[in-house]
């Protein structure tokens, strides 16, 4: 099981970005995915977060620029990025509490990293 992030890159304050995680492998089941971020100096903050029902919930800082997805078909969860401001400047990873084939719990996974730099 992998799950492979993109989306991130350079983008003006006021802009807008679009980060996508999907996952891959033997999947029997997927159940909460999110975004946490680290910027330089700080530490690893969860942004924002969905169940596999579709409940939401984001990080105060983001909350109403920040709008969290998931196409349950394509094992894909995206985060759209409104409205930046450069102390959205960070790294940010996807996780996802996935069943693979053969277990029958949910194991937490990552994905590598992808910078988000909001910059003029």
């Known amino acids: 099981v992998q799950l492979q992030a993109s989306g991130g890159g350079l983008v003006q304050p006021g802009g807008s970005l679009t980060l996508s995680c999907a996952a891959s492998g033997n999947i029997v089941r997927i159940g909460d995915m999110g975004w946490y971020r680290q910027a330089p100096g700080k530490q690893r903050e969860l942004v924002a977060a969905?169940?596999?029902?579709?409940?939401?919930k984001y990080l105060d800082s983001v909350h109403g620029r920040f709008t969290m997805s998931r196409d349950n078909d394509k094992n894909t969860n995206y985060l759209q990025m409104n409205s930046l401001k450069s102390e959205d400047t960070a790294v940010y990873y996807c996780?996802?509490?996935?069943?693979?084939?053969?277990?029958?719990?949910?194991?937490?996974?990552w994905g590598e990293g992808t910078l988000v730099t909001v910059s003029s």
């Open positions: 996780y996802a509490r996935i069943q693979r084939l053969g277990s029958s719990i949910l194991h937490d996974y």
């Open positions: 969905i169940t596999s029902g579709g409940s939401t």
